[in-house]
């Protein structure tokens, strides 16, 4: 059974490990990482080219399944590879980590809603750890902000009063604490990525009284069949493989 696993993501490498060497596996990542944490086994990098071209894909490499453990915020991929298998009829999972119950957070449905938020606030130093491609909504903003991102942001979309912080996870609580204290912050703005490599942030925020600006989840495809663990998704294949 040849399975196309879409990935990127703890989650994802873990599965990969959990599978080698009896599952014939491919690992897919976007790319848009420079030297990312590589899986064990075959590995591709880069888009499909849409639906179209990840069909065209999936029967050239005469793919049997696909497992979908991008991160929880990479929904067009989600989507595409929805729509890809629907068409072809192939048995597919979303591997979802659970998401992080948001307590007091104030739960917003996009970047620009947490900038909306930072202004009605007038939170003046906020971390900011929605990842590069969720600074763009906050250039209009007078606050200061402390961005963390594993790569560079386009400079033509950072707010006016910002320091970046170049950095990849995970991440201990005793740091976070320390790195929202030295930086006064007064407000976290954060996507609901779930897990435990950046939940520390959280608590930490907590434990200083720090308001949360969460974004919530894009929602997932209709339909779809989904894992919340490693475990369910090598649970998933193994009664694939044994229903051929």
């Known amino acids: 059974m040849r399975v196309l696993l879409l990935g990127g993501t703890a989650e994802a490498r873990a599965l990969a490990t959990a599978l080698h060497p009896n599952v014939e596996l491919i690992s897919s990542l976007a790319g848009r990482v420079p030297d990312p944490a590589l899986p064990v086994g075959p590995v591709r990098i880069g888009g499909f080219g849409g639906v179209l071209g990840l069909c065209t894909w999936l029967r050239d490499e005469r793919i049997d399944a696909v497992v979908d453990a991008t991160h929880p915020f990479a929904s067009t991929m989600t989507e595409h590879a929805a729509e890809a298998c629907d068409q072809l009829r192939l048995p597919h999972l979303v591997l979802a980590r659970p998401a992080w119950d948001p307590g007091a957070a104030e739960v917003v449905r996009s970047d620009v809603e947490a900038a909306q938020a930072v202004a009605t606030h007038r939170y003046r130093r906020v971390f900011l750890s929605t ?114």
């Open 131 to 244: 990842g590069r491609s969720g600074v763009k909504a906050f250039a209009a903003s007078d606050a200061w902000f402390l961005i963390r991102a594993v790569t560079d942001p386009d400079p033509n979309t950072l707010p006016r009063h910002h320091h970046v912080l170049l950095s990849r996870g995970p991440y201990r609580y005793d740091d976070e604490l320390a790195l929202l204290r030295d930086h006064r912050i007064e407000a976290l703005v954060t996507k609901n990525s779930g897990g435990d490599a950046t939940r520390a942030k959280l608590d930490a925020a907590a434990t200083l009284d720090i308001p949360v600006v969460m974004v919530a989840r894009p929602p997932l495809p209709d339909g779809v069949t989904t894992a919340g663990s490693v475990q369910e998704a090598v649970d998933w294949i193994a009664a694939l493989a044994n229903s051929r």
